[in-house]
């Protein structure tokens, strides 16, 4: 059907979800038709393991309509439950021509953020490094640092290099979990056993495996407030 219409040119067919993760960093298509279920990681994974490479325009495409209300909080331009009709499949090209014509750095911006709330909703952080993507736990990540361009992830006896600055990594994590604590370093609220002074009015936070981490005069307060509303 994509054939019928000259102004789009198809670049790949995926099998399932990790081959499409492949195609569509390598690519970078300006609009993907999505599957929901598929092997090897569903269409939300997908899109969690790409946002941080290419962000395509998305139509999902699937047999189950359960998933319509959160593939269209995933910001996808249409949604076509299976089987459709031509008549319907190219109203839905219609309405992504306009959108790929119309996007701006604000609406990829909204997208990545819907993108990152599909993310905390499965309680999961998507990590791409150089080789490959990883899928953790939010719970498994103890702290975070910056080093350099990259930002370096602690997770139990497990270390992820991300290449991403850390205030800009800081935008993907769930506010209620994670915490800044110095200007370098991001720390799962879970992980802390405890805060002590350390003289000359400095602290220092000490996570529950031993490791003692500087807490930031200017972050003080945010810590001492984010303490105070768990439960």
């Not at 996808?76 to 839905?92: G, I, N, T």
């Not at 993907?172 to 994670?178: E, G, H, N, S, V």
């Amino acid at each position: 059907m994509l054939k019928a219409d000259s102004g789009f040119k198809v670049l790949a067919e995926c099998p399932d979800g990790h081959s499409a993760i492949k195609a569509i960093s390598g690519h970078k298509p300006d609009l993907v038709f999505l599957d929901v279920q598929m092997p090897g990681t569903d269409g939300f994974g997908v899109l969690e393991a790409v946002v941080s490479v290419h962000l395509p325009s998305i139509i999902f495409a699937t047999a189950h309509d359960q998933y319509a209300l959160k593939a269209f909080d995933a910001h996808a331009v249409d949604y076509l439950l299976k089987p459709f009709k031509r008549e319907r499949f190219f109203e839905s090209l219609a309405q992504a021509k306009k959108v790929i014509l119309k996007r701006g750095t604000h609406e990829e911006e909204k997208l990545r953020a819907l993108v990152r709330h599909v993310s905390d909703d499965r309680g999961r952080l998507v990590i791409r490094t150089d080789r490959k993507t990883v899928f953790l736990r939010s719970a498994e990540v103890e702290w975070i640092e910056a080093a350099g361009n990259y930002v370096r992830i602690h997770a139990g006896d497990r270390t992820y290099d991300v290449r991403e600055k850390i205030s800009e990594f800081e935008h993907t994590l769930d506010p209620a979990r994670f915490v800044r604590i110095h200007r370098s370093i991001i720390v799962n609220l879970d992980a802390i056993r405890e805060q002590q002074g350390y003289g000359g009015g400095e602290f220092i936070v000490i996570l529950r495996n031993g490791k003692e981490l500087p807490l930031g005069r200017t972050y003080r307060d945010t810590l001492d407030n984010l303490v105070k509303r768990s439960p």
